[in-house]
């Protein structure tokens, strides 16, 4: 079972939910919500209007060992699931009952390797754009589901967005520092301030909007040209990573390098490149 905590105010407006842990070993959502919670239970914080509901350990066993998810990868296969055959089947299914019962999902990652923190925004409709902006981080990253177009994977805001709902993941930051605590602390009071849910976060500036046009997969073995950081610039032509057979993977276009994997396994995402977005002036 998943522990859900629910806090109401008497004044009508938006259901929102809050996850982490939908990964085990992403710490930086688990300890952000868990303060959160903390804090509305011992009245630091209250709600102004609608209704909040905060899921610390979507995926608790996984969180508890420290692991990514213990049978199967839980933030691909949100959907009902009538007859769950194992463990994360079994928290998707409900995973997915409680989006359906929310206006607008926030879901709080992490990553193995350091980076600033970004925002996915697979749905970029403007009222969730304007949601994402609010939320502080330094990037937002657009073009994931046209990347992985056919792929019948659903993630947490995946699912959500198929029921209308308003979702967004926000990756805070590298799973062991502090900061990214502390900026998904910050990033889930700002996302339920932007609904009035709570009065009064600081703005922050606008985020630069990126959009993903590559995903490069590790065909063999090798190594990058260099340590690459996320969201490190390349201009065209720049060796991004050599195969041991001699082979140089280079930059088509001026572009960033996102989600950089040194370590990823043979047949799995090695880096993804982005282009400079636009983000409309007024809405
Ligand atoms: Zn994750």
Redesign the pocket.
């Known amino acids: 079972m998943i522990d859900a905590l629910r806090f109401f105010s008497r004044g009508p407006g938006p259901r929102v939910l809050l996850l982490g842990g939908?990964?085990g070993d992403?710490k930086p959502g688990v300890v952000a919500l868990e303060r959160l919670a903390a804090e509305f239970e011992s009245g630091g914080l209250s709600l102004a209007r609608g209704q909040l509901t905060i899921v610390p350990r979507a995926n608790a066993e996984a969180v508890e060992r420290g692991l990514h998810f213990v049978d199967e990868n839980l933030?691909r296969i949100v959907r009902p699931h009538d007859a769950p055959a194992n463990r994360e089947q079994g928290l998707a299914a409900e995973l997915a009952a409680l989006i359906a019962a929310h206006d607008a999902v926030l879901d709080l990652?992490g990553t193995p390797a350091p980076t600033v923190p970004f925002v996915f925004l697979d749905d970029e409709s403007v009222p969730v754009r304007g949601w994402a902006e609010a939320l502080g981080a330094d990037f937002l990253v657009m073009g994931w589901p046209a990347l992985y177009a056919g792929s019948d994977a659903l993630t947490t805001t995946g699912y959500a967005q198929t029921l209308g709902k308003r979702a967004l993941t926000v990756e805070a930051g590298r799973n062991d520092d502090p900061a990214a605590a502390e900026f998904a602390f910050d990033a889930a009071r700002r996302a339920i301030a932007h609904f009035g849910l709570i009065i009064g976060t600081p703005r922050r500036p606008r985020p630069k909007a990126v959009r993903l046009t590559g995903m490069v997969r590790r065909e063999r073995e090798g190594a990058f040209a260099r340590p690459w950081s996320n969201f490190d610039p390349v201009k065209k032509g720049d060796v991004l990573a050599r195969c041991a057979d001699g082979e140089e993977m280079r930059a088509p276009e001026d572009a960033f390098v996102v989600m950089p994997y040194e370590a990823a396994a043979v047949g799995e995402e090695w880096y993804y490149l982005a282009v400079p977005a636009a983000l409309p002036e007024n809405y």
């Open positions: 939908v990964h992403e933030n990652h």
